[in-house]
């Protein structure tokens, strides 16, 4: 009797599955997806090759609640030093090597603890991540290279800030010694030694930034190591990076005020109050950045057109499992953005992309049932010259994703773009 029972409950379930929906997975042909009508066609600017949509820093702007949405970026890095001939005016050897290193890793360590600004008194602007980071890079290839250079050249192996003499400008031992154009190449130089012994020149912490190279000075003949020219280096490669001076007001973002640009604190007006601490002032800590100059590194390191990209380190373009973006509430994608992993959009989830998308070899979309995914003039593509799989939609009988495009959509490098369920053609 309880055999008879156990098989005829065994029975019941397999015709219940039988008769049930079963859970299909089908690659999504880009033709079929539904158009909606468009208000306006978003129109491409030639200057960065994106829609003029997507350059609103509000929507590059790292947000607590989905960091993973804004990957982090990081930036290859060479470090040379110039010196005489003689070796006398600059860290040489494993003295230089360390110093490199150390900067380095102070650079990063400021980067990843953004603070909060001094300014306005009172403030309440957010202290967000950076979301940027540096990293020396070793010629491909080349066996002991470790991204740390120098240079001998009596010519062009000192910097002057000041005076008849001027040469913050000058490129030429940057044309000449950088070994690469695909890194921010950093040169660390000495003031020349006769402006040095000049009663009247004092030889400060400085540097300028030409392209995607910066220069800087006045740590060998003060006897200062890397670590004070680390708001230095971040200063300069922000110019890189498309910041402005911000104590002016003039610099296209709301959250840095006017203000006096006071170096430090003081006994007299404006100073004993009135002291900045952001990235882009003349100040003794250049320790802060806010969400809209954050927002602007991020727009011009998605620039597609740009020499900045170069320096930037693709690893989008390497896939990476664990970089899984899971929709799983309503998410608007206004920013261009370069991903690494999949983006799976749950049931519930609601994602809307208005921009440039880039995925890498091997990364899918995959729309679960129930789930909505909506293409507003979004291009969707690899970045990195190869291909991506496309778009899968999850269907469980008549339940299906919800997938609707409007105005100019573009979806290309898909592996298999004609592709449909079972890998069969239309």
Not at 6 to 22: E, N, R
Not at 190 to 202: I, L
Not at 379 to 387: A, K, R
Request: hydrophobic letters at 35%; one cysteine or more; a negative charge.
């Amino acid at each position: 009797m309880h055999q008879f029972k156990y098989f005829a409950f065994l029975f019941f379930c397999l015709l219940l599955s039988a008769c049930s929906p079963v859970l299909k997975q089908a690659w999504l042909d880009p033709g079929t997806i539904l158009a909606l009508p468009a208000d306006s066609l978003a129109k491409i600017t030639r200057a960065t090759g994106l829609y003029q949509s997507c350059l609103d820093w509000e929507d590059y702007v790292p947000d607590p609640a989905y960091m993973n949405h804004l990957p982090m970026r990081t930036v290859l890095v060479n470090v040379h030093f110039m010196n005489s001939t003689s070796k006398a005016h600059n860290y040489d050897g494993e003295a230089g090597r360390k110093e490199a290193r150390d900067m380095i890793y102070h650079v990063n360590e400021m980067m990843k603890h953004n603070k909060k600004m001094h300014l306005p008194l009172g403030n309440e602007t957010p202290v967000l991540p950076a979301m940027i980071q540096y990293e020396l890079s070793p010629q491909p290839g080349v066996e002991g290279d470790d991204g740390i250079y120098f240079h001998y050249d009596d010519e062009l192996f000192f910097m002057v800030t000041r005076g008849k003499d001027r040469n913050l400008t000058d490129r030429r031992g940057i044309d000449k010694y950088k070994i690469r154009d695909s890194v921010l190449n950093v040169f660390i130089m000495p003031h020349h030694p006769d402006s040095v012994a000049s009663e009247t020149y004092k030889p400060y912490g400085s540097g300028i930034a030409l392209g995607t190279a910066v220069k800087l000075c006045g740590l060998f003949e003060n006897g200062l190591s890397t670590w004070y020219l680390k708001g230095t280096f971040a200063h300069e490669f922000a110019h890189v990076l498309g910041l402005a001076h911000s104590w002016s007001g003039y610099d296209g973002c709301d959250d840095t005020p006017k203000h006096s640009n006071c170096y430090n604190h003081t006994d007299t007006p404006p100073c004993d109050k009135e002291v900045s601490n952001n990235m882009m002032d003349y100040n003794t800590w250049q320790e802060a950045l806010t969400p809209c100059q954050i927002a602007k590194m991020h727009i011009t390191m998605s620039n597609y057109n740009t020499n900045v990209r170069k320096i930037v380190k693709p690893d989008w373009c390497v896939y990476d499992t664990s970089a899984t973006i899971i929709i799983t509430d309503t998410i608007v994608w206004g920013g261009s953005k370069d991903l690494a992993g999949d983006i799976i959009i749950a049931e519930g989830g609601h994602l809307t992309i208005k921009c440039r998308v880039s995925l890498a070899e091997g990364a899918s979309i995959i729309v679960k049932k129930g789930g909505t995914l909506f293409l507003d003039n979004a291009w969707l593509h690899n970045s990195c010259g190869g291909t991506w799989n496309g778009i899968q939609i999850e269907t469980l009988g008549k339940s299906v994703p919800n997938i609707q495009k409007t105005g100019e959509v573009r979806i290309e490098n898909i592996v298999h773009p004609n592709i449909r369920e079972n890998g069969t053609k239309p």
